[in-house]
């Protein structure tokens, strides 16, 4: 039973454009979401996270976008740099501090 | 602040072998995390501790896998005996109570 989905295993992008990565869940329990980064060899990297009483939070470059309604998030990068070249995950949790449900993943190309 | 520290990094063995990982913690963080990643999948939670009771072990494989906390710091992860299907990359995470989660760099164990 996957909980939480990512459809896009990769995704490629040009410098300097908009990438856009989503994610869909499936249980409206969740009240708290999360995006994590990963280089190839190391940990996760925390990246951004929103609670489900809000509906978009930002940071930098970086902006995650909730729709409740169709259990659906969203990170958005803007501008994209070959730096952002990683997997990313988004999560899901019932409370802060608590377990996370995972998705699959999906790998950003951002090429120069 | 030094992040969370894992090892070994690598190990590989041969089925039915015992293997044991180590992890520490980012200081004062009471919540520790085991994730098991098997690729291509997003991680999965093994065991959750609150300083050094568990708070959920509902998807470790309690047959074979086995985890402590001793003194609420540092932790172990033991698997006895260990199967094909324990190839994965296990990660080790903590946090403050009721805050974001950060990960270690993992270990990759392969098995044979």
């Known amino acids: 039973d996957q909980q939480v989905k990512q459809n896009s295993p990769s995704l490629s992008v040009q410098e300097g454009r908009i990438s856009i990565l989503n994610c869909d869940y499936t249980?409206?329990?969740?009240?708290?979401f999360l995006w994590y980064k990963k280089y190839p060899a190391e940990g996760p990297t925390f990246l951004i996270s929103i609670s489900s009483i809000k509906d978009k939070n930002e940071d930098g470059r970086f902006t995650v976008f909730l729709n409740k309604s169709a259990k659906h998030l969203s990170l958005h990068i803007v501008p994209s740099q070959p730096g952002d070249s990683a997997v990313y995950f988004c999560?899901?949790?019932?409370?802060?501090?608590?377990?996370?449900?995972f998705g699959q993943g999906t790998e950003l190309s951002v090429k120069p | 602040e030094a992040g969370v520290a894992q090892s070994p990094r690598y190990k590989i063995i041969e089925k039915r072998q015992s293997v044991a990982f180590w992890c520490n913690p980012i200081s004062g963080h009471a919540t520790l995390y085991w994730y098991q990643q098997i690729l291509g999948q997003g991680p999965k939670l093994l065991i959750q501790f609150q300083n050094n009771g568990v708070v959920d072990d509902s998807q470790l494989p309690k047959d074979r896998f086995s985890a402590e906390r001793l003194k609420g710091v540092d932790s172990t992860l033991k698997i006895q005996p260990a199967k094909l299907e324990d190839s994965a990359v296990y990660l080790c995470?903590?946090?403050?109570?009721?805050?974001?989660?950060?990960f270690g760099p993992g270990t990759r164990l392969l098995v044979l």
């Open positions: 999560a899901a949790g019932y409370n802060q501090g608590g377990k996370l449900i």
């Open positions: 249980n409206s329990m969740f009240d708290y």
């Open positions: 995470a903590s946090s403050r109570l009721q805050e974001t989660q950060y």
